[in-house]
């Protein structure tokens, strides 16, 4: 499957937009996560506890 069959598949048809609305929401949603773990992290190593 190319990129324009797939960006054809997903702009045209009911199911592939609630599927493009679900891939970019799982995608905000892991991208969110990903930056606490790393936020999390940071904070832990800038304030080493005594």
């Known amino acids: 499957m190319t990129l324009s069959t ?3 598949f997903l702009s045209h048809d009911v199911l592939g937009n609630i599927l493009s609305t679900l891939l970019i929401a799982g995608a905000g949603y892991t991208a969110k996560k990903i930056r606490a773990k790393a936020r999390n ?7 080493p506890t005594p």
Do not use: A, P
């Open 41 to 47: 992290q940071k904070s832990q190593t800038d304030h």
């Open 6 to 8: 797939l960006y054809g």
